[in-house]
């Protein structure tokens, strides 16, 4: 018979009150704690630490790998700068050795062609040029001076672009300077006129206009 654990008293099975105490004879029983395990804790602190210490090391080393990737592309990138500026100056200096070469043979054909209009129109107009062929001398001449001033301007001219513009134009000017020349060779020069420029052409007198008798008659003498 159990006995209530108040007052001693007995009390009979399933009786939840002791009649003599009137304390309830049931009591809840507490679970016994388990002592915490030191150890673990120190273990389980060791492996947290641990973890933060290689993830500190991780992103350290990421970043000094990331600012190393940096460091080496902005080397890589002067490098390239520095290998681009040589290059071209070296073009540079290449097309400036080309544009004088080619500046050179352009002023020869010039000189060749002012030859060739000079020869051209002393050969055409004879000393009497006519009307057209002073016209045509002028644009001759015209052409002549804008092709001088084209081939200095292609010299003076660093672009490529401005110079493929320039030397179409010396060719479009050389093309009109030919046609000229060409044409100016081809209009009749000036006729001389009596009291004009140059001597009048003499022209056959006739016997009975001579103002001398033919041989054997006389002035005004009729046949028989």
Do not use: W
């Not at 700068?81 to 050179?104: K, L, M, W, Y």
């Amino acid at each position: 018979m159990r006995k209530c654990p108040h007052c001693g008293e007995p009390v009979e099975a399933g009786q939840e009150t002791c009649f003599a105490c009137g304390q309830p004879v049931r009591v809840r029983k507490r679970r016994a704690r388990s002592p915490v395990n030191a150890l673990l804790l120190v273990v389980a602190g060791a492996i947290i630490g641990l973890a933060l210490t290689s993830l500190v090391v991780a992103r350290t080393r990421a970043a000094r790998k990331h600012a190393a990737e940096i460091k080496k592309r902005e080397l890589a990138r002067v490098q390239d700068s520095v290998r681009q500026a040589n290059q071209a100056r070296e073009d540079s200096v290449r097309s400036i050795a080309n544009t004088a070469q080619e500046v050179g043979e352009l002023n020869s054909e010039i000189n060749r062609e002012e030859q060739r209009f000079k020869t051209t129109y002393e050969g055409a107009t004879k000393g009497r040029p006519s009307p057209e062929q002073v016209r045509l001398a002028g644009v001759a001449q015209d052409e002549i001076v804008r092709l001088r001033q084209l081939v200095r301007a292609l010299g003076a001219t660093v672009r490529e672009s401005e110079r493929r513009q320039i030397r179409a134009d010396i060719k479009a000017a050389q093309g009109r300077l030919s046609e000229v020349i060409s044409e100016l060779g081809s209009v009749p020069r000036q006729k001389s006129r009596a009291g004009g420029e140059g001597k009048p052409e003499l022209k056959p007198k006739d016997k009975e206009s001579s103002g001398k008798p033919p041989s054997g008659r006389r002035p005004h003498q009729k046949d028989r």
